[in-house]
Nanobody, 116 residues
């Protein structure tokens, strides 16, 4: 079993910052890609940022230059530093890890609310 625990969500004013964390535990031996996705009310879940085991990153156009994804392999943790937050960033943020053998795991989500 693999468990993902997200933290760091909350309420912030527009222009502010938050840092999300997602710690993986359990039967983990080889995490390939770690990433963050978000889902706003009434919308589909969308990719925010991903980072590979080789530290290659990819971002949604809407967050480029404002968000930074990073990972600590020793702690099996992925982070998302979110700066210059906008009301349209309001969503539930989900962590996902993809194992080297092709299985994906999702966290339960953490809510980010940006007030204008």
């Amino acid at each position: 079993q693999v468990q993902l625990v997200e933290s760091g969500g909350g309420l912030v004013q527009a222009g502010g910052s938050l840092r999300l964390s997602c710690a993986a535990s359990g039967s983990i031996s080889s995490i390939n890609v770690m990433g963050w996705y978000r889902q706003a009310p009434g919308k589909q879940r969308e990719l925010v940022a991903v980072i590979t085991s080789g530290d290659t990153t990819n971002y949604a156009d809407s967050v480029k230059g404002r968000f930074t994804i990073s990972r600590d392999n020793a702690k099996n943790t992925v982070y998302l530093q979110m700066n210059i937050l906008k009301p349209e960033d309001t969503a539930a943020y989900y962590c996902k890890i993809s194992m080297s053998w092709g299985v994906d795991y999702w966290g339960k989500g953490t809510l980010v609310t940006v007030s204008s």
